[in-house]
């Protein structure tokens, strides 16, 4: 009887075991749907672009009928239906109301030297905290950074930050400078504006590195809150803007001159790419044309292409082919005129009238830097922002 009796039980017990585990079972499932389900509607939230809350509304754009907008940043001048995005891949329309996707957004954070954004004649030596967000309004073929230029903010991995916690992680860094820059920040303007304006109350240097594809009224108000602006003049006729880039170089030299005209400081790029940009005709026009409308002292760099993005298949820029687009840019009379991705001594120095060295350079860095508030030992005056 005792034995029939604790058979009955074991049986019991292990059926209880079973039901049990078989009961946690369900309930585990339940609970990582229910978890998958709510992560995945935050996930949905996260990138809903309807809930306005997460948005701030974009500056210069002019509300049309039915709902369209148009955005009046750029030369594009899109013309967007409600829930349309721009160009930049980084502005739409949400019910007749134009937004900025990657308001506070930051895809690229890091501390650079300021040689390397390059501006040469920008408190050399200083370090530069340098911050990017998601899009760019030109398709540049042979673009760097196109893992975040070339995509929407939601395409890309970020980390938000206000502007006052930014001003205060570039100050904890012991940079001089805020650079706006890697993507193309006329794409994350109002970042850009409202981050500006706390840096420079905090003794900040704001200095921007763009292709200037922006039009005059957003760029000259960008011009009081900034100390200095790298523009990558790319080339230096419509058919190598349209091809290679998607844009046309009209509205960029109207950005140069408007640079040049509010007395900011300005340096130019030109990214010397074999067969498309190189030839000396252009070179020549380039440097010509900045002479007469920019005068002499806008330092220039010629650069070196390497392989990227489309541009696989073209081979890196030959050495003798910067050296000779600085050849010319000196003969036509441009004063301060380097190279860059190369290693060119000359190319790196800034010279002073006499000669003499005025800063010695290697790569990124300066190896020594003989002015004193700008001015070489014989006194002639260097022009840059130095302090």
């Not at 300021?114 to 911050?131: N, R």
């Not at 196109?146 to 006052?164: A, F, H, K, L």
């Not at 190369?342 to 010279?351: C, L, Q």
């Not at 700008?374 to 022009?383: A, E, L």
Request: hydrophobic share 35%; proline share 4%.
């Amino acid at each position: 009887m005792r034995e029939k009796i604790s058979v009955k039980f074991l049986k019991s017990f292990v059926f209880l075991i079973f039901f049990f585990a078989f009961v946690s079972g369900i309930i585990g499932k339940v609970k990582d749907l229910y978890c998958a389900d709510k992560n995945k509607k935050e996930d949905d939230k996260k990138h809903d672009y309807s809930n306005k809350k997460i948005l701030k509304e974009a500056m210069y754009y002019e509300k049309l009928k039915d709902k369209k907008v148009k955005c009046n940043l750029c030369p594009r001048s899109c013309v967007l239906s409600d829930g349309q995005t721009g160009f930049c891949r980084a502005r739409q329309n949400i019910g007749g109301t134009l937004y900025t996707l990657n308001y506070g957004r930051v895809v690229a954070m890091n501390v650079d030297p300021i040689e390397k954004k390059p501006f040469f004649h920008v408190l050399p030596g200083s370090k530069s905290f340098s911050i990017a967000c998601a899009g760019c309004n030109l398709r540049c073929k042979y673009c760097q950074n196109w893992q975040i230029s070339q995509r929407s903010p939601d395409e890309t991995e970020y980390e938000e930050y206000s502007p006052e916690k930014l001003v205060e992680l570039a100050l904890k860094s012991g940079s001089k400078s805020i650079a706006y820059t890697y993507s193309e920040p006329v794409v994350f303007y109002e970042y850009m504006i409202d981050t500006a304006k706390i840096a420079r109350s905090k003794g900040l240097k704001n200095i921007v590195v763009t292709a200037g594809f922006i039009n005059k009224e957003p760029l000259e108000n960008l011009l009081k809150y900034i100390d200095a602006i790298k523009v990558d003049l790319k080339g230096f006729n419509k058919n190598f803007y349209l091809k290679y880039t998607s844009g046309g170089i009209e509205p960029i030299l109207e950005s140069l001159r408007t640079i040049k005209k509010s007395g900011k400081w300005l340096e130019i790029v030109n990214l010397v790419i074999p067969g498309a940009n190189d030839n000396e005709e252009d070179i020549k026009g380039l440097c010509n044309w900045i002479k007469e409308n920019l005068g002499t002292d806008v330092p220039v760099h010629f650069t070196r292409f390497y392989p990227n993005y489309k541009m696989m298949d073209t081979p890196p820029t030959p050495l003798e082919t910067l050296v000779k687009a600085r050849d010319i840019a000196k003969k036509i009379g441009l004063k301060y005129v380097y190279t860059g991705n190369i290693n060119y001594s000359e190319g790196e120095t800034t010279y002073c009238k006499d000669g003499s060295i005025a800063i010695e350079r290697k790569g990124f860095f300066v190896i020594k830097n003989n002015l004193k508030d700008g001015r070489c030992p014989s006194g002639d005056k260097i022009p840059g922002v130095w302090k």
